[in-house]
């Protein structure tokens, strides 16, 4: 039996005559995702097709964006610049959470710190190393990805943090790492670093508050553990 292609279907159905008949909330994901992609194979119209790639990750959105272009186009029909297209959506989404958290008042708790760089490490398949500024009153100054590294690790420069720490007039300075192993547990490493940046910046009257380390929507904290 020949599948219909999205134009032959009842116009409540068809993804962007329902966004503006219903509102783009009573769209499914993969609704949103066909209206992205445009055009399905010829077995399948793409909404079916947005349907199948949704399948093969489990239906959730957090893991279809850790697929690469590479990966989402071993789906037939998808095609570099579709793939593109749904990795930069996800990714906008993504920039919106970090921006939202990053846009609060300012920082009280080890929560507000994961709230703030989940969106950011969530589906990185290597590590990224940041820090956070902030002045006396715990709000955020600027934050900054110091260095990206391989699957199990990533460089940090001490000098580096304290030079923009001056440069900012920061009091205190949160860091924050990403384990993609889904460890969320501190290597030798990983204290042996925290505990010489602490020092470092006791010269400088600077404080660090915290080292949270991000896995699988999880995170360990320096502070809370009483390591720092």
């Not at 009153?137 to 720490?165: H, P, W, Y």
């Not at 007039?169 to 949160?174: C, D, F, Q, V, W």
Request: hydrophobic share 40%; glycine share 4%; proline share 2%.
């Amino acid at each position: 039996m020949k599948n219909l292609s999205i134009k032959e279907w009842s116009e409540d159905d068809r993804p962007r005559e329902k966004l503006l008949l219903k509102g783009i909330q009573s769209l499914s994901d993969a609704e949103l995702l066909a209206i992205l992609i445009g055009s399905g194979n010829r077995e399948m119209s793409a909404v079916e097709l947005c349907k199948h790639i949704l399948s093969k990750a489990e239906n959730n959105l957090n893991l279809l964006a850790k697929n690469s272009v590479n990966e989402l186009m071993q789906t037939k029909g998808i095609g570099e610049a579709k793939a593109i297209s749904i990795l930069a959506a996800l990714e906008i989404g993504k920039r919106r959470d970090a921006l939202e958290t990053t846009n609060q008042k300012k920082i009280s708790s080890s929560k507000d710190i994961f709230l703030i760089m989940n969106p950011i490490f969530r589906d990185l398949p290597y590590e990224e190393f940041w820090v956070i500024y902030l002045n006396r009153s715990n709000k955020i100054i600027e934050k900054i990805k110091l260095s990206q590294g391989g699957l199990s690790g990533t460089v940090v420069d001490v000098r580096l943090i304290l030079k923009k720490a001056i440069e900012n007039l920061a009091s205190s300075i949160i860091l924050s790492h990403n384990h993609p192993s889904g460890n969320r547990n501190p290597s030798s490493e990983d204290t042996r670093l925290t505990l010489k940046l602490k020092e470092a910046c006791t010269h400088f009257d600077i404080s660090i508050l915290d080292h949270i380390i991000v896995s699988d929507n999880h995170y360990f904290s320096f502070a809370d553990e009483n390591i720092l």
